[in-house]
């Protein structure tokens, strides 16, 4: 299938949010906002990729307004005067160049580490379901039910400030091992309470952030859940071991008020469950009738992390096999959006480049680009 032609470069309407196509900007952390306040260098981040066609920007991950919602030094919040000013010029900058852009909604949950430079007071510990960072390894608060209502409170507080300042819709980062995904995973949520059980009992903590956002947000404002199977301190961590398990997992959720299921894998072409090729996405898709997003080392060679090393690859050549792999399932509706994560962030005129079949100019990856405000 000729790229130029395929339907990654469509237009489409998924309830209230209307895209030029299906190219989304991955959300990748980035440690440029000090005291948690998007400035003016990150406005021009966002908006350049808005100019060069990427149909919808997730942000990278802000901090709800818990105490211990923040793991790293330097990541912005959606909480409070002047972070929220700052995202309001980001949505403004990314409207005006004629793109769509919601939030990702995030709490680390148990990855958080006291005394490690994170905001707002680092002092405080991480907080998890059980107090488990992974099965076995106990780290920070073992969260109490007034805790488990407060981390809810803010999740529904950062979504209905969101749509205060403007942003298209919210993702609820659900994935990677973090809070969230920490109440998902059945190794590090041992609680006894309602927010602990079985799977489907474990999706509890999530499906009372999104009824709360829909009940507080209105009925057409976009919900994204970005879910994993994979965790950071697990990569073989799986949810459910079959469809019949995935769709336990996922129809409380779509019941709560789900849009949209942001499903993240390391490779996009990998199968999820053997006898079929589906990936993660086309599943949830399958078996929800949801709208899907896949993601995962989209026209790249290799994946994010070495598994070997536990760390960052250096670099990542184009992949024009993939770039076709991708254009083939997304024609055969397998799912409706694409996230692109390193290639975008690397090249922010990768849709335009693809799309006009410029393959030859793209940019290999490098880890350098991490470091960079371009």
């Known amino acids: 299938m000729p790229l130029a032609t395929s339907n990654l470069f469509s237009p489409i309407q998924l309830g209230s949010l209307k895209l030029k196509n299906r190219v989304v900007m991955a959300p990748m952390t980035r440690t440029f906002s000090p005291k948690g306040i998007p400035n003016d260098l990150v406005v021009a981040y966002y908006q350049r ?31 409070g005067e002047k972070p ?39 002092s405080i510990p991480g907080y998890s379901p059980s107090g488990l960072v992974m099965p076995g390894k106990e780290v920070g608060v073992a969260m109490s039910e007034q805790d488990v209502q407060d981390a809810i409170d803010a999740f529904v507080q950062a979504a209905v400030d969101s749509q205060k300042i403007g942003f298209d819709g919210v993702e609820i980062h659900g994935a990677h091992g973090y809070l969230v995904d920490q109440f998902f995973w059945e190794g590090t949520n041992q609680r006894t309470d309602k927010y602990g059980g079985d799977l489907v009992a474990r999706t509890t903590f999530a499906v009372e952030i999104v009824k709360g956002i829909r009940e507080k947000c209105g009925a057409d404002f976009p919900i994204i859940l970005r879910f994993s199977q994979w965790k950071q301190q697990d990569y073989s961590a799986k949810l459910a071991d079959t469809p019949e398990q995935l769709k336990a997992f996922l129809t409380p959720l779509v ?7 942001h499903c993240s894998t390391r490779r996009f072409w990998e199968p999820e469950f053997e006898g079929s090729d589906l990936n993660l996405a086309g599943w949830t898709k399958k078996l ?20 070997e090393k536990r760390d960052m690859v250096e670099s990542s050549s184009v992949e024009e096999d993939s770039l076709e792999n991708l254009s083939t399932r997304i024609n055969n509706d397998e799912f409706d959006l694409v996230a692109v994560g390193r290639a975008v962030l690397q090249d922010p005129e990768w849709v335009i480049k693809v799309r006009e079949g410029r393959i030859n100019e793209l940019e290999d990856y490098s880890k350098t680009s991490l470091m960079e405000l371009v």
């Open 288 to 307: 929800t009738g949801k709208p899907s997003i896949t993601v995962g080392s989209v026209g790249l060679n290799s994946s994010f992390i070495d598994e």
């Open 255 to 261: 019941e709560a008020g789900v849009d949209i299921f």
């Open 49 to 79: 990729r808005a100019k060069n066609d990427v149909g919808l920007i997730i942000t990278e991950g802000t901090c709800v307004g818990h105490k211990a919602a923040s793991g790293y030094a330097n990541v912005p919040y959606i909480y």
């Open 84 to 122: 929220l000013a700052g995202w309001k010029k980001v949505v403004e900058a990314v409207h005006q160049a004629g793109g769509k852009i919601v939030p990702q909604l995030w709490h680390v949950g148990a990855i958080r580490q006291a005394n490690k430079g994170a905001g707002p007071d680092e």
